[in-house]
């Protein structure tokens, strides 16, 4: 019996069980399913309820799930999981966890739902990386305004502190992703070194912590800590520009590393030449290495995050839609997840398909859009306030003269406000093709140019919409 996979399982709750509280068994680990186990490839499959709970797992009770694994299965097993998605339909989605070598997090498991303090890592092989696991370079989808830093990371995470590449500062946007792009160095870097002593810390987190050990006459620990890191990742280091003693601290602790050969990253929002009140002393020293700029994903990039995504989580999203959504999300992988994330749920909740219409409804609520604020929805709704009639007299095959005009006003704004085609302003302006938009459009422009009153009766309609935002 002890040799059967699913008793070995049960063993391994058992163990699991004993380290961490009722609540945290009940919530995160009872509901887990045992699938099968490849004896050839020693894998383990696992069913969990959603993605959330595969990525709660993952992300802070790794290090006890190998633990337990190591003890019952033996080393070096995969774990991975196959999450259901649609559980009404019974769909399902595998997906691979942190490889057998991955980072071994080794504060008490009784904590493991709390934020840690690296500074509890008195021995250095108990030091705790702080990395989101769910970051990594496989998920880090490649383009132009990425290839250049994603392909440096690739060779600092290989060759630590060996390169050129050091200290290594990337800048860019919010939302270009940065944190992404540390982290997924700090994952590689670990699986390829598991001894070495990689640190991922934001920067407002290190101020907090130097005032905490300013406060406890406990700043030569503080700094002895930092200077025994090989991997240091830091980011926002824009948060340091007024904050003078922490930056005198961390100039001491950069100092020391970078003599001694260890790998330094940093990302801001700025580059190092921007980052005023930073002296001359330490920017010298940030730009010594290589500064590369993450731009803001094109809208290819975008389509091919939002697929990548997709494929992740089971999701069936149109391609227009897909479009649509990349267009319109300012070239922010954060504000594309988001999206998703929504029509997600706006789907399940409202047990409805994922389309067009309801992605505008979605994105208006969770995106800044800053060039293209208005959806379909939006202009008509002021169109028909200002001439006085409903959405479902437009949408109607009446030929009314005021119905066709609110209809060809309404269609002209579309294609002046939005990135749509004329096809899929058709459709959502009562189901028209391509060529009654076109011909709207056309005869809309006409009167422009020949009637001043029309157009100033236009111009009070894109007031309002100013005025909306």
């Not at 047990?351 to 995106?367: C, F, G, H, Q, S």
């Not at 076109?438 to 236009?458: M, N, P, Y």
Request: a positive charge; hydrophobic letters at 35%.
């Amino acid at each position: 019996m002890e040799n059967n996979p699913k008793a070995l399982w049960d063993n391994c709750l058992s163990l699991i069980k004993e380290n961490v509280t009722e609540q945290q068994f009940r919530t995160w680990f009872a509901p887990i399913v045992f699938e099968n186990y490849d004896e050839n490839s020693r894998t383990l499959l696992v069913q969990v309820p959603s993605r959330y709970v595969y990525e709660y797992l993952e992300q802070y009770y790794v290090s006890l799930l190998s633990k337990v694994l190591c003890r019952c299965f033996g080393t070096n097993i995969q774990l991975n999981y196959r999450i259901v998605v649609d559980k009404k339909n019974k769909i399902t989605v595998d997906e691979e966890g942190s490889e057998p070598v991955n980072i071994e997090r080794q504060q008490p498991v009784m904590r493991a739902n709390q934020s840690p303090n690296v500074l509890d890592a008195a021995v250095p092989q108990e030091l705790n990386p702080q990395l989101d696991l769910s970051k990594t370079f496989h998920s880090f989808i490649e383009g132009d305004s990425n290839k250049l830093p994603r392909t440096v990371g690739l060779s600092i995470a290989e060759h630590p502190g060996k390169s050129t590449f050091n200290p290594f500062f990337v800048f860019g946007p919010s939302g270009c992703g940065k944190t992404h792009l540390i982290n997924a160095i700090g994952i590689r870097c670990k699986e390829l070194y598991p001894k070495k002593r990689v640190l991922y810390v934001s920067a407002r987190l290190f101020q907090v912590q130097f005032t905490d050990a300013t406060r406890r006459n406990t700043v030569n620990d503080f700094i002895h800590f930092y200077q025994t890191i090989d991997v240091l990742i830091v980011d926002d280091v824009q948060e340091w520009a007024t904050a003078t003693k922490t930056l005198d601290t961390f100039f001491h602790i950069f100092d020391h590393l970078f003599r001694l050969g260890k790998q330094i990253i940093l990302a801001s929002d700025r580059p190092p030449v921007d980052l005023q009140g930073v002296k001359d002393r330490l920017l010298t020293r940030f730009a010594c290495g290589l500064i590369a700029e993450l731009e803001k994903p094109n809208t290819q990039l975008c389509i091919d995050i939002l697929k990548s995504k997709c494929h992740r989580d089971g999701l069936k999203i149109p391609d227009d839609v897909i479009q649509f959504i990349a267009e319109t999300a300012n070239g922010s992988v954060r504000d594309l997840e988001g999206v998703i994330n929504s029509l997600l749920a706006y789907s399940v909740v409202y047990n409805t398909n994922i389309d067009m219409r309801l992605a505008e409804r979605v994105i208006k609520r969770a995106v800044k859009v800053d060039n293209h604020p208005l959806t379909v929805d939006d202009i008509l709704e002021k169109v028909c306030h200002h001439y006085g009639v409903t959405q479902q007299n437009v949408f109607s095959r009446s030929r009314k003269r005021d119905y066709v005009l609110v209809r060809q006003v309404s269609m002209y704004l579309a294609q002046k406000y939005t990135k749509m085609p004329a096809s899929r302003i058709g459709q959502l302006i009562g189901g028209r093709d391509h060529s009654t938009v076109i011909h709207s459009c056309t005869t809309i422009e006409q009167r422009l140019k020949v009637d001043k009153a029309f157009g100033a009766e236009l111009s009070s309609i894109e007031n309002s919409f100013k005025l909306k935002n």
